[in-house]
């Protein structure tokens, strides 16, 4: 079915609705992403895959934001979310609060994994960095697994958002 521009806008669910949606033990971890329609479209994610929670770290921006709101349409307001100074903190509190979390940061580097070879159970919390700096070093050392999507063309990277997307659905499969 073909939505319009206005039926892709949802309006804010309702209390029953929200307590309808069986959020899913997969954690967001957004280290230092700065890009504000990147955070606004993760958010969108999010809740596309029942996320459990967003965690913005850094100098990522938070919701209240117009630009975050327009490329989130409005899922900032119920995906749950939370910001910590570092990624390396979210992933020790994240560790503290949630028995058998498996991290996974999503990076180009030496030893990653690819995401094509990659199997894990949830609970799961993803990691995806900075727009040029990619995952902090700090993030990247207490990790469980790095893992890199394989690129086959001459660009060597991608978009966080297309990125954490990826990683997701393979995870979810």
């Given amino acids: 079915m073909k939505l319009n521009a206005k039926q892709l806008r949802v309006t804010l669910p309702t209390p029953e609705q929200l307590t309808r949606i069986e959020r899913k033990p997969i954690y967001i971890v957004l280290d230092n992403v700065l890009d504000t329609y990147n955070i606004g479209s993760i958010f969108r994610l999010a809740d596309a895959t ?5 965690i ?4 990522s921006e938070r919701p209240p934001s117009s630009r975050i709101h327009k490329a989130a349409v409005g899922t900032e307001e119920w995906v749950p979310w939370r910001h910590l100074d570092t990624a390396a903190e979210a992933i020790a509190d994240l ?5 058998g979390l498996t991290v996974v940061a999503v ?6 994994v690819k995401l094509t070879d990659l199997s894990v159970e949830l609970p799961v919390a993803v990691v995806v960095g900075h727009e040029t700096e990619g995952v902090s070093r700090g993030a990247l050392m207490v ?3 790095v893992v890199e999507i394989p690129m086959w063309g001459v660009n060597k990277s991608l978009n966080v958002v297309v990125s954490t997307g990826i ?3 393979k995870i979810l499969s």
Avoid: H, M, N
């Fill in 50 to 54: 029942a996320a459990r929670e967003i």
């Fill in 143 to 145: 990790a469980d697994t």
């Fill in 167 to 169: 990683a997701l659905y």
């Fill in 95 to 99: 560790r503290a609060k949630v028995p």
């Fill in 56 to 59: 913005l770290c850094g100098g």
């Fill in 107 to 112: 990076e180009q580097s030496p030893g990653a």
